[in-house]
């Protein structure tokens, strides 16, 4: 008797990418993410891609992959609202609220979200926690402000460095900085949400509560689960 082997959590990302093509609308532009998990997604829109009119981005990557496959992407300012966006998340809580930015690409991730109508979340289900705030928090922040920002998170007690890459610090599409923020733990992501925005300097804080999930489409072991908030 043979038993299959579990599913790699690449395998795992292609299977929950492959399951957000039933919340593309035909016929309209959908919200496309940033990350490992929705370029697998991308992947398979492109079997669809007579059927939509196109997407709106959330960073330069994503926009290079879908135009290399032949998709058309629009510039968000064309745009007056999306039905359905669909990204990852690198921490996502039982009522839909998430940690994001680990690729760097939050604030637009944050703006695209904004305009869509319902927000897909794809994740496997390391992604999934109890309490926000082991995945480093990604802020991004105006480069000036970067070591007065980590004060003020040092002060809730957290520790705040700045991503670096290439030895230098990274450099986002909007040409900004990010910290990123261990030592939290986020009990009540609306109002840290809210709180952490007001600071002058932060451009975005990668807490997406406002703009929570509205479905998670999480890939496990018995295959995807479905989470509705």
């Given at each position: 008797m043979t038993t299959s082997s579990p599913l790699s959590q690449d395998e795992l990302k292609a299977l929950v990418g492959k399951a957000a093509l039933q919340y593309v609308v035909p016929g309209e532009i959908v919200g496309v993410g940033t990350g490992s998990t929705v370029n697998k997604f991308i992947d398979a829109l492109a079997g669809m891609k007579a059927d939509i009119k196109g997407a709106v981005?959330?960073?330069?990557?994503?926009?290079?992959r879908l135009r290399a496959l032949g998709i058309p992407v629009f510039d968000a300012n064309e745009v007056e609202s999306?039905?359905?966006y669909i990204d990852g998340a690198d921490e996502i809580d039982g009522k839909g609220h998430m940690?994001?930015?680990g690729g760097a690409a939050l604030t637009r991730e944050k703006i695209v979200a904004a305009m869509a109508q319902r927000f897909v979340c794809i994740a496997d289900e390391s992604k999934r926690?109890?309490?926000?705030?082991?995945?480093?928090?990604?802020?991004?922040v105006i480069p000036m402000a970067s070591a007065h920002i980590a004060r003020r998170f040092a002060s809730l007690g957290g520790q705040?460095?700045?991503?670096?890459?290439?030895?230098?610090?990274l450099v986002t599409d909007n040409g900004q900085h990010i910290l990123d923020v261990t030592g939290l733990a986020i009990a009540d992501p609306l109002a840290f949400e809210s709180e952490v925005n007001q600071w002058p300097g932060v451009v975005t804080v990668g807490v997406f509560a406002h703009q929570k999930a509205s479905v998670c489409l999480l890939g496990t072991a018995e295959g995807v689960k479905t989470l509705t908030y």
């Open positions: 981005s959330s960073s330069v990557a994503s926009t290079e999306l039905s359905v940690v994001k930015g926690v109890d309490v926000l705030g082991k995945f480093p928090l990604p802020v991004e705040a460095h700045i991503r670096q890459k290439d030895g230098k610090p």
